[in-house]
């Protein structure tokens, strides 16, 4: 019955109804083109830009390579705690992104040595035979290394202090 009514309105509907009807599918498509024109490509250029920016973000921390740069003469320490002659050789080599942070360190490396030396000669050899104690050393001397840096160039500069040999006996 409801499809006889539709039919009967379609067939015997005035010029108007027909006009109406297809102006009404002809909206009714523009609107979905329109969405899936928003969904697929406006949305989708802005996902490709916030890719685009990370990608650029990362890229831009990528292109600061890490530069190194080893303190010398290594160092070499006495322990003073126990009643065997027990010493300390440790050679450094610290990591920084730019250049300026190395170069703020090879300037005032006099300071820097002196630090380094005061921080070592303050250790006790039990304590640096265990890792918690050479990875509290190292966390140490980079900060006496930044505190240094920072004077110079107003930022700490140096990211990371390694051992590239550690030497007990």
Known sequence: MAD?????DVKGGSNTTKILLIVLIVL???LAGGGGYYFFVVNGKADSEAEENAAAETQ???TKTALYMPLKPEFTINFAD???ARFLQL??????????ALDAVEKHMPVVQDNII???????FDELNKPEGKQKLAEEILKSIQGVVEQEIHRPGVEAVY??????Q
């Not at 006889?4 to 009967?8: A, V």
């Open 4 to 8: 006889e009514d539709l039919d009967l």
């Open 28 to 30: 009714v498509l523009l």
């Open 60 to 62: 831009a921390v990528e």
């Open 82 to 84: 126990s009643s065997k």
């Open 91 to 100: 050679e450094i080599t610290i990591m920084a992104r730019e250049q300026d």
């Open 118 to 124: 005061n921080i070592l000669s303050g250790k006790q």
């Open 163 to 168: 051992f590239t040999s550690f030497i007990m």
